[in-house]
């Protein structure tokens, strides 16, 4: 597998997390849906499975999130609150993992092409999973005024982080292309 290939499966995988950290609103109609972040994963998860074989163990798991993803948005279309906390419980622990393990496979990745960005992602791997885990806790944080606000700006940070290392991965995956052809 080439590099360009590589280099786009990780921007396939680089724009999803667009789509899933980021919402834009027009009534209840979210106009970058979770769902097509989740489709773009799968997208890049093709793309690299070649390389990264392992990251190929992930496509059941990326399909259910996109289908829960789809019921979700229609369900806010149509104004129906579904509100079921043992399912927000049992899929806040599958997006753990999920991320976790795609974010591991994409830092091997990075590792096997020499990539600076290969321990940036895996810090990132660790402070991510440590915040998701204290927001997806059972507890009511809307009665926590200043948890709401620290849990709200650690995922904005979280969500510029991940999206930036990625696009920089991709960049890093190009450069030696360049590289490549240059030896040649």
């Not at 590099?3 to 109609?29: C, D, M, P």
């Not at 489709?39 to 390389?51: A, H, M, R, S």
């Not at 496979?105 to 600076?116: F, G, P, S, T, V």
């Not at 290392?165 to 991709?170: A, D, S, T, V």
Request: charged share 20%.
């Amino acid at each position: 597998m080439s590099r360009a290939q590589i280099s786009e499966g990780v921007k396939k995988i680089a724009w999803s997390y667009v789509f899933i950290y980021f919402h834009f609103n027009l009534g209840t109609i979210d106009i970058l849906p979770d769902w097509w972040g989740y489709i773009l994963i799968l997208k890049g998860i093709e793309v690299l499975k070649d390389d990264e074989p392992s990251i190929y163990l992930l496509k059941p798991l990326g399909m259910m999130l996109a289908v829960y993803n789809v019921l979700i948005w229609l369900v806010k279309i149509l104004g129906i609150s579904l509100d079921i906390p043992l399912i927000g419980i049992i899929i806040n622990v599958l997006l753990l993992y999920f991320n976790f393990q795609l974010l591991t496979n994409i830092a091997d990745i990075a590792k096997r092409y020499d990539c600076r960005e290969e321990k940036k992602i895996r810090k990132l791997i660790i402070i991510r999973t440590i915040i998701s885990a204290i927001g997806s806790a059972p507890v009511n944080w809307l009665e926590i005024e200043w948890a709401v606000y620290a849990i709200g700006i650690s995922t904005l940070i979280i969500a510029l982080w991940t999206g930036i290392l990625l696009f920089c991965l991709r960049d890093s995956l190009r450069e030696g292309i360049d590289g490549d052809l240059q030896e040649n």
